[in-house]
């Protein structure tokens, strides 16, 4: 028997090869509940366009309250928040939440997001072995930073050519980090900009430790939340 969940959007973020990484809170009686990350059948588990629209043809936005029908829970090593999706059901849009709404869904890590200690060439703090991931029982975090900085640089590829990217700079807990931005609708405001920085005051970051790549699983910045962007 299958199963609904009512989550509210925090990050419908890139996922390769194809689709989207789409996670966030669920919505319950008493207020945010579990990390829920819809996922697909497929291997690389992202979720294609036509799973995750709505009926009207339009993608689901951070903040939307979406209703998802699931077949079964697939937890996967650190990533225990994946449940599989019906691919068979349109998702429902039900409600948005305000910025006022979502501060009670702001988590405190009391320390480094999962682990530091490891980072790629361009970031800081960015990876984690992914024989030390696995024994992680979390993958998501909606998070306040103390300081935040959006970078766009051009980053020569270490797997792949060279190409302009966005990353987050963040203070958080007395720690550091460079991590990947992932959100697209923050990615595309950010480069068509020239290259440089921008400090962002009062945001909200939902953070994700990605699937393993090469030996490691990598720390993303899956959204970049404001309260001009929840205002719509």
Known sequence: ??????????ANSRKPPSGRCVA???????????????????PTREISEEERRYQDGTDPRVLDVIAIKMISPEPQNHQQENHLIDADHYWVKQDTVSWLDLQSAIEDPEGPLWMNGCSSTYGHNDQVPEDRAHTLPR????????????VVASEGGDF????????????????????????????RQYL???????????????VSLGGAFHGFAYKLTAAVITAQRAAG
């Open 1 to 10: 028997m299958g199963y609904t969940k009512m989550i509210v959007c925090l």
């Open 24 to 42: 966030g809170r669920e919505v319950t009686s008493s207020g945010f509940g579990d990390w829920i990350r819809p996922v697909s059948a497929r």
């Open 139 to 150: 993958s998501l975090y909606l998070v306040r930073p103390d300081e935040l900085t959006l």
């Open 160 to 187: 792949g050519p060279c190409r302009r990217r966005v990353r987050a700079q963040i203070e958080l807990c007395g720690h550091s980090y460079c991590l990947v931005v992932t959100d697209p609708q923050i990615e």
């Open 192 to 206: 068509a900009n020239s290259d440089g920085e921008t400090k962002l005051d009062d945001t909200l970051l939902c």
